[in-house]
C-alpha cells in the first residue's frame, strides 16, 4: 500500500439513514485501520446493523460518505462490497451444510480446469493451505460442514473471504453461540487476521469479548454515535455506561 500510514482503510463519515421517520441511522461517523478491529456497540436497537449494511451494500445511505483508503466510493449493492474487498462474515453462516469445507470455500467460484471440469483436487489443496495457515488445527476436510463445530464453520466461512482477497471484514456476533472454547478459537483466528493486516469491525454484546478482541469501540445509541474509546484506556464499567447512559467517561479518547 502506497497510502500514509495515518489514512483509514474504512471511513464511514457522517451517515444518515431513516426508515419512516426513525433515524436509525443519525450522523454517524467512524473509522477503520489496516491490523485493527473496531467494536460496534449499542443495545438492540442502537443503529449498528443498520450503519454497517451501508458498508456491505445491504442499504444505501440517505447522506453521507464512504471512504476506502481515503478514497471517496460508491457502494450501491453487496457487488459493490466484495469489489472492493469488503466480506460479511453474517452470524448465520451462509454454508451449504451438505458440502465439505473446500466446496464451501469455492461455492459460486469454483476452480475449473483447463478441460472444463470443476477442479476438486486444487480446491481441497487450496482450502488446506489457506487452514493451515488461519487454523492449524482444522483436519475435516472430507466432511459435510454439518460435522463441524461453530467455531470450525466460522473459520470456514472467514477462511473464504481472506482466500477471495478481504481487506475489511464485517462480523456480526461472531461468537454468540459458541462455548469458551470456540470463542477462544475465534479470537485467535481474529488475531491472525489483523496480523494479516485486515480491518475487522466486529458487532459484538459480550463486553469480556470487546476488551479482549477489540483495539477501538465505537458505542452507539438511538442511532447517534456516543464515542470511540481506545480499549486499552477504559474500563469494561465505562464502556458500559456509555452503552447505557449514552454518555463518554472522562478519560475516553
Ligand atoms: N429495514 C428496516 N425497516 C424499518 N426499520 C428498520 C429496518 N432496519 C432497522 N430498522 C430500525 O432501525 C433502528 C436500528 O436498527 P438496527 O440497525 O438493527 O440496530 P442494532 O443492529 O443496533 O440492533 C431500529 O429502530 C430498527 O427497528
Ligand atoms: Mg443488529
Redesign the pocket.
Given at each position: 500500500m502506497t497510502q500514509k500510514p495515518e489514512t483509514p482503510l474504512v471511513e464511514l463519515r457522517n451517515i444518515s439513514i431513516a426508515f419512516g421517520g426513525i433515524k436509525a441511522v443519525d450522523h454517524v461517523t467512524v473509522d477503520l485501520h489496516a491490523g485493527e478491529v473496531v467494536g460496534l456497540l449499542g443495545h438492540n436497537g442502537a443503529g449498528?446493523?443498520t450503519l454497517i449494511k451501508c458498508l456491505s451494500g445491504a442499504y444505501k445511505a440517505d447522506s453521507g460518505e464512504v471512504l476506502i483508503d481515503g478514497k471517496k466510493v460508491e457502494i450501491n449493492n453487496p457487488r459493490d462490497a466484495r469489489a472492493l474487498n469488503i466480506e460479511t462474515i453474517y452470524q448465520t453462516l451462509a454454508l451449504a451444510d451438505n458440502l465439505d469445507a473446500a466446496s464451501n470455500l469455492f461455492l459460486g467460484r469454483e476452480i475449473i480446469t483447463a478441460a472444463g471440469f470443476v477442479d476438486d483436487a486444487k480446491m481441497e489443496a487450496e482450502t488446506r493451505k489457506i487452514m493451515h495457515r488461519l487454523n492449524p488445527n482444522f483436519k475435516k476436510f472430507n466432511v459435510p460442514v454439518s460435522a463441524l463445530s461453530g467455531g470450525q464453520r466460522q473459520s470456514v466461512a472467514i477462511a473464504r473471504a481472506v482466500y477471495f482477497n478481504a481487506r475489511i471484514l464485517i462480523m456480526?456476533e461472531p461468537t454468540a453461540a459458541l462455548g469458551p472454547h470456540e470463542t477462544q478459537m475465534v479470537a485467535e483466528l481474529i488475531e491472525e487476521l489483523k496480523k494479516q493486516g485486515l480491518g475487522i469491525f466486529l458487532?459484538e454484546h459480550d463486553i469480556h469479548n470487546v476488551m479482549k478482541l477489540c483495539d477501538r469501540a465505537s458505542v452507539m445509541k438511538n442511532g447517534q454515535l456516543v464515542g470511540t474509546v481506545n480499549v486499552n484506556e477504559v474500563t469494561d464499567e465505562d464502556i458500559l455506561s456509555m452503552i447505557i447512559l449514552g454518555k463518554q467517561p472522562d478519560k475516553a479518547a
Amino acid at each position: 500500500m502506497t497510502q500514509k500510514p495515518e489514512t483509514p482503510l474504512v471511513e464511514l463519515r457522517n451517515i444518515s439513514i431513516a426508515f419512516g421517520g426513525i433515524k436509525a441511522v443519525d450522523h454517524v461517523t467512524v473509522d477503520l485501520h489496516a491490523g485493527e478491529v473496531v467494536g460496534l456497540l449499542g443495545h438492540n436497537g442502537a443503529g449498528k446493523s443498520t450503519l454497517i449494511k451501508c458498508l456491505s451494500g445491504a442499504y444505501k445511505a440517505d447522506s453521507g460518505e464512504v471512504l476506502i483508503d481515503g478514497k471517496k466510493v460508491e457502494i450501491n449493492n453487496p457487488r459493490d462490497a466484495r469489489a472492493l474487498n469488503i466480506e460479511t462474515i453474517y452470524q448465520t453462516l451462509a454454508l451449504a451444510d451438505n458440502l465439505d469445507a473446500a466446496s464451501n470455500l469455492f461455492l459460486g467460484r469454483e476452480i475449473i480446469t483447463a478441460a472444463g471440469f470443476v477442479d476438486d483436487a486444487k480446491m481441497e489443496a487450496e482450502t488446506r493451505k489457506i487452514m493451515h495457515r488461519l487454523n492449524p488445527n482444522f483436519k475435516k476436510f472430507n466432511v459435510p460442514v454439518s460435522a463441524l463445530s461453530g467455531g470450525q464453520r466460522q473459520s470456514v466461512a472467514i477462511a473464504r473471504a481472506v482466500y477471495f482477497n478481504a481487506r475489511i471484514l464485517i462480523m456480526d456476533e461472531p461468537t454468540a453461540a459458541l462455548g469458551p472454547h470456540e470463542t477462544q478459537m475465534v479470537a485467535e483466528l481474529i488475531e491472525e487476521l489483523k496480523k494479516q493486516g485486515l480491518g475487522i469491525f466486529l458487532i459484538e454484546h459480550d463486553i469480556h469479548n470487546v476488551m479482549k478482541l477489540c483495539d477501538r469501540a465505537s458505542v452507539m445509541k438511538n442511532g447517534q454515535l456516543v464515542g470511540t474509546v481506545n480499549v486499552n484506556e477504559v474500563t469494561d464499567e465505562d464502556i458500559l455506561s456509555m452503552i447505557i447512559l449514552g454518555k463518554q467517561p472522562d478519560k475516553a479518547a
